[in-house]
């Protein structure tokens, strides 16, 4: 086992048992906006609506009793005395100074309170939410349930307007798996999110790693061949022998991938398969884990990439991928954190 090194080793090895929760404040970005443009005056707004990530609405079709073509994530944007607004809730609430999307679409709001302001919007909304303002869950505190919050709080809903809005999930989250998807989906871009924005991290410290941070670790632990970190859809049309950190959007979550000869084998601790645009670059047959050992709590993806890596750098088979499985805890993977720090040590 190679030596403990100075740096990055020992600077997140004392990391190694902590979590990232979600915060409870707005987001800075948020924050920023509203500093800019939170005293304007509205003077309209329209609500828009464009369609999800097409591999969960596949897995809508097939969860739900009922046909869905299109689910739709929603929005409204503000007209304002100084410029156009966009406000929504993703997996975190989100404040842009943007117009309407090209390509969405949208319903106008026919009446808006005279002399409303955006941040007198924004309040009356987190007053009538409460807790449900900031949290975000995929059956009841999503971005339809903000958008009727809104204009609930702000007495600017129609039948018209609840109608575009409120699209019939009942069905879709009668399955406790696709529920437990949909908030795994969320979680984890939140929790990068927060480590994107900024964010006001309590009670635990980070254990998000960077692509250089992993770039540095790898150097340490002597993984090779490796051909460095890279967002999911702009690898290479050619994956060559060797290992592969990956990005799923280019600000969250760290899956690993290794090409020996005509093998590959693909990692992600939370245990989903591979994305269709690198399942693309693989062959059919690759290997990859469907157990999530990773807590979804965690922001450890990175140190589980890298202990993974190290593990098949020594057995790059699919006996030597079971054998790394085997270290970790299958139902309680909380404790999976205090495994991978003595892993990695």
């Known amino acids: 086992m190679p030596k403990k090194g100075k740096g990055i080793v020992s600077d997140f090895t004392g990391l190694m048992k902590k979590v990232i929760y979600g915060t409870n404040e707005l987001p800075p970005n948020v924050k920023r906006v509203l500093g800019e443009v939170g005293d304007a005056v509205i003077t309209g707004a329209e609500i828009g609506r464009t369609p999800v990530q097409s591999v969960i609405t596949g897995i809508i079709k097939l969860v739900a009793s009922t046909p869905y073509e299109k689910l739709f994530h929603l929005f409204i944007i503000l007209h304002t005395t100084k410029g156009d607004v966009k406000f929504e809730k993703n997996e975190r609430i989100n404040m842009e100074r943007k117009g309407m999307p090209s390509g969405a679409e949208s319903i106008k709001v026919p009446s808006v309170p005279s002399g409303l302001t955006v941040q007198q919007l924004v309040d009356n909304t ?68 927060i480590l994107y924005q900024g964010g006001n991290i309590k009670k635990f410290r980070n254990n998000e790693l960077n692509n250089t941070e992993i770039d540095k670790l790898i150097k340490h632990y002597r993984i090779q061949p490796y051909h460095g970190c890279h967002i999911v859809n702009e690898l290479p049309p050619r994956l060559r022998n060797g290992f592969y950190v990956l990005n799923l959007n280019g600000q969250s979550h760290w899956v690993g991938l290794l090409k020996n000869g005509s093998k590959c084998f693909y990692f992600d601790s939370f245990g989903f398969g591979a994305p269709t645009v690198l399942e693309q670059k693989m062959n059919k047959d690759y290997v990859w884990n469907d157990e999530d050992i990773q807590h979804i709590d965690s922001s450890s993806c990175g140190w589980y990439v890298v202990c993974w890596m190290r593990t098949m750098m020594h057995d790059p088979t699919e006996k030597g991928y079971k054998s790394f499985m085997k270290l970790f805890y299958k139902r309680n993977n909380k404790e999976n954190e205090a495994v991978l720090g003595g892993l990695l040590c």
Do not use: H
């Not at 900031?134 to 129609?158: E, H, P, V, W």
């Open 126 to 193: 987190a007053k009538l939410l409460g807790r449900d303002f900031i949290r975000y869950s995929a059956k009841g505190a999503n971005c339809q349930d903000f958008q009727i919050g809104i204009l609930n709080s702000n007495n600017m809903n129609t039948p018209e307007l609840q109608k575009f809005v409120k699209q019939d999930t009942k069905e879709i989250f009668k399955s406790p798996w696709f529920r437990k998807f949909a908030n795994t989906v969320t979680d984890i871009a939140g929790r990068a999110n």
